[in-house]
């Protein structure tokens, strides 16, 4: 959270320059993944909080990490219990519109059942043809194949499809809100109707 803020810090003491730099580089995070520990139960109360304060700073992307730990029907049933978390408990989790008109490479399609996405981590290269993946007694798990994770399709998400989206939404959204409350803090409150009334009685009465 703080190198989320930190980020906007800078961008907002820039604006505000008489003279701006026109060499500043600005560093605004546009999203963050969140990687969900695989229980395959349901959200659980640290993640909760920490996302819901997470989300009104940045484009929060929850993702379950490990996947290849969880069965198919297991990463579904989680995925689903997942969302339902996320609307009872009001928390803002990033979701990528469906692709389907925009005719994505296959395996790249973006739709609102994959999300939460789905990853499998690994340096490892695999001799079954896939670039990286985990080996297991039955076979391997592979990071690039869509049958066993999401990995593809967050990819194009982020760095192809939904990019400028995701910038916009920083800019537009999220950092403006920020602007607006540091501007808020600055600006000193103006004294109440009562007080300046009051004020303005006591000064006559020393005039007298």
């Known amino acids: 959270m703080g190198f989320v803020e930190k980020a906007y810090d800078e961008v907002f003491e820039e604006e505000s320059r008489v003279r701006r730099n026109p060499k500043f580089e600005e560093h605004r995070v546009h999203a963050v993944l ?17 996302m819901r304060r997470l989300a009104v700073r940045a484009n929060v992307i ?15 049933r989680f995925k689903n219990q997942l969302n339902a978390d996320f609307a009872r408990l009001g928390i803002t989790a990033h979701v990528f519109p469906d692709s389907a008109d925009s005719d994505p490479a296959p395996g790249l399609d973006i739709r609102r059942e ?15 043809g896939a670039k990286k993946g985990r080996p297991y007694p039955w076979g391997y798990a592979e990071c690039d194949n869509p049958s066993h994770c ?17 910038k916009e939404l920083t800019e537009d959204n999220l950092y403006e809100r920020y602007r607006t ?16 009334n009051e004020a303005h009685g006591n000064a006559h009465g020393i005039n007298a």
Do not use: C, M, W
């Open 34 to 50: 969140y990687l969900l520990e695989p229980t395959a139960l349901e959200l659980k109360p640290v993640d909760a909080d920490f």
């Open 62 to 76: 929850p993702v379950i990490a490990k996947a290849d730990s969880l069965t198919a029907i297991e990463r579904q």
């Open 114 to 128: 994959l999300q939460p996405f789905s990853v499998i981590g690994s340096v490892e290269p695999l001799p079954s």
């Open 150 to 166: 999401d990995l593809k399709p967050l990819i194009a998400a982020l760095f192809t499809l939904h990019r400028e989206e995701l």
């Open 181 to 196: 409350e540091k501007l808020e803090q600055a600006t000193p409150k103006k004294a109440s109707s009562a007080n300046i």
